[in-house]
């Protein structure tokens, strides 16, 4: 059996925290997992500025409650769905996904959670997992599931690394200049070609 395992950001949907920071012109928050490797490191700078900034929860969501999938997703992952079991493994959190979810008919999903406070602050994350899309595919693989892997960043090569195959999609030139054995979709219709075969 067969199970694809795609990335969120990227690859389905927008990237939610340029899609923020273009919202709002804080442009410090437009650094992503395809500029910065070390995740804790890029959360820490992001928790600070909307520290600094007095930005909760609330603000976050209201904005991603407008963002809206990438053209032609939901068709993709829906005939995607039709030939393999899908699952969505992201470092994003379960607060932030939910109107993203709901547009894409509510696939199964693995991410993280915010720590919020009682001001309805962003405190901090709790990783589900450290190296989470690494172990979700170990795990599925220990069950004797083939799986078949996409995503687009630095924070995606392991998961793409351990399944049985792995496929970048549109990943900026530097990753896939730095990661050559992985095959390289740019539209849905080629990496659904690269995913079941």
């Not at 927008?14 to 923020?20: M, T």
């Not at 549109?170 to 992985?182: D, H």
Request: charged residues 30%; proline residues 5%.
């Amino acid at each position: 059996m067969k199970v694809c395992c795609l990335d969120l950001e990227g690859v389905l949907v927008p990237e939610v925290w340029i899609e923020f920071a273009e919202t709002t012109g804080i442009k410090e928050l437009r650094l992503t997992t395809r500029d910065i490797q070390d995740y804790d490191k890029l959360m820490k700078y992001r928790l600070e500025i909307l520290k600094k900034r007095g930005i909760t929860l609330k603000d976050i969501q209201a904005v991603i409650a407008k963002i809206k999938p990438l053209k032609g997703a939901l068709t993709f992952l829906k005939e995607l769905q039709s030939k393999r079991q899908v699952i969505i493994l992201s470092d994003t959190f379960y607060e932030f996904a939910e109107p993203l979810m709901r547009q894409l008919d509510f696939p199964t999903l693995f991410c993280h959670y915010l720590e919020v406070d009682k001001k309805g602050y962003v405190s901090g994350y709790r990783l589900r997992q450290k190296n989470s899309k690494q172990k979700a595919v170990e795990a599925l693989r220990k069950l004797n599931f083939t799986i078949h892997a996409a995503g687009d960043s630095y924070n995606d090569i392991p998961m793409l690394k351990t399944a049985d195959k792995g496929i970048l999609f549109n990943p900026p030139p530097k990753i896939a200049g730095e990661y050559p054995q992985f095959p390289v979709a740019k539209s849905y219709k080629s990496l659904m070609a690269k995913l079941l075969a």
